[in-house]
């Protein structure tokens, strides 16, 4: 049988998205993704498309400019799906904490579940972020996949009473 959770985690797909920071760390994730931090070999690829992507990469302390995007992405991500804020600057809002245009952070607009500190983050330890974001994306597939096997499909005798429930309620709905 197709098992998802194994596969989802030999091949996650990257989205990343700058909130507005210095670009310090977005080099450093591209330097992550050269052949000499090689972060492809777990199998990872950077694409550009929220609707294909498990794993959301973000930089920056998130200005006001970014923050309606970066909610827009994350909800475009079929779940699961897993945050890794990269940088202090995404983390608490680092050394631009209490601008007039910032943020300070990106927990406040969506959940995350990696945060890697640093000003810039190093190769290394966006790796070892990557690496954390996987089994998070295993456990969650793992959840999303317990609650499914949960689910009771109605019987067929269950299907007609609730066809009849529905109609007499929109009968009910009509009389009022
Ligand atoms: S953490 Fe430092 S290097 Fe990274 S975006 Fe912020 S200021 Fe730039």
Request: hydrophobic content about 35%.
């Amino acid at each position: 049988m197709f098992d998802l959770k194994k596969y989802r985690k030999k091949s996650p797909w990257i989205l990343h998205y700058n909130a507005g920071s210095c670009n310090g760390c977005d080099i450093e994730i591209l330097a992550a993704l050269s052949p000499k931090y090689d972060l492809e070999r777990f199998g990872v690829i950077n694409t550009g498309n929220p609707k294909q992507s498990d794993i959301f990469l973000v930089t920056g302390p998130v200005t006001y400019r970014s923050r309606e995007r970066l909610v827009e992405l994350y909800t475009q991500m079929p779940s699961p799906k897993v945050v890794v804020a990269v940088g202090s600057c995404t983390c608490t809002g680092g050394v631009f904490r209490e601008m007039y245009n910032v943020e300070d952070g990106i927990d406040r607009y969506i959940p995350v579940d990696v945060y890697i500190p640093g000003c810039a983050v190093t190769p290394e330890l966006i790796i070892d972020g990557v690496v954390q974001a996987l089994d998070i994306l295993e456990n969650k597939t793992k959840e999303l996949e317990d609650a499914k096997k949960l689910y009771k499909k109605p019987t067929e005798k269950e299907g007609v009473l609730n066809l009849r429930d529905s109609a007499l309620k929109v009968g009910e709905d009509e009389e009022d």
